[in-house]
Every structure is written in structure tokens, then in C-alpha cells.
């Protein structure tokens, strides 16, 4: 089984940068990861993903903006956030699956405000 607990989020003025953490209970080296983001209202959006082979893909909305990175040693995820904007408001989750079981953390506030 996997655990997967995300840190990092926070209040931040538009324009700003913050770095989620996503630390899973095991290894996730043979493991796709991906951050999603659920707004109030809204349903869960895939926000970004990388394959165990370090291959990056992003939603159009931040394309540019964010970078997820993964540090398989420390069994650990990244979201690097820079250009912040008020709409990328949301609790972020990260995610992976293995075998038939698909796993998501608790996640993190992020409120993009001035």
C-alpha cells in the first residue's frame, strides 16, 4: 500500500512561488505521479504528471508556470509553482496507482491572493 502526503502549500500574492512536496511511504520508482487541483465547485484537474522514465506532461493552464520533478531516492514528488495567478486557487493532491489500486494524498492549500 501507498501513502501519500503532500506540504508545502500556503497563501501567496499573484505573481509568487511555492514548491508542494508529495512524500509516498515507499518507493516510487516504478511509479507514474501526478498532481491534480479541485477548486470549490469544480471537479479534480489534472494539473501535471511524470512517468518512472522522468517524461513531463502539464496542463495548458500551467505550461510554463510549473515544473514537477521527482526525487526517487527520497520517494518524493515536487510541484515547483513560479507566476502564480489568483485562479491557480485550489487544494492540490498528488496521486499515483499501482496495480489495480489508485492512491491520493490529503492535500494542500494553495491560495493565490493579494
Known amino acids: 500500500q501507498v501513502q501519500l502526503v503532500e506540504s508545502g502549500g500556503g497563501l501567496v500574492q499573484p505573481g509568487g512561488s511555492l514548491r508542494l512536496s508529495c512524500a509516498a511511504s515507499?518507493?516510487?520508482?516504478?511509479?507514474?505521479m501526478r498532481w491534480y487541483r479541485q477548486a470549490p465547485g469544480n471537479q479534480r484537474e489534472l494539473v501535471a504528471g511524470?512517468?518512472?522514465?522522468?517524461?513531463?506532461n502539464y496542463a495548458d493552464s500551467v505550461k510554463g508556470r510549473f515544473t514537477i520533478s521527482r526525487d526517487n531516492a527520497k520517494n518524493t514528488v515536487y510541484l515547483q509553482m513560479n507566476s502564480l495567478k489568483p485562479e491557480d486557487t485550489a487544494v492540490y493532491y498528488c496521486?499515483?496507482?499501482?496495480?489495480?489500486?489508485?492512491?491520493w494524498g490529503q492535500g494542500t492549500q494553495v491560495t493565490v491572493s493579494s
Open positions: 511524470i512517468s518512472s522514465a522522468g517524461i513531463t
Open positions: 496521486n499515483t496507482f499501482r496495480g489495480i489500486s489508485i492512491y
Open positions: 515507499g518507493s516510487i520508482v516504478n511509479n507514474v
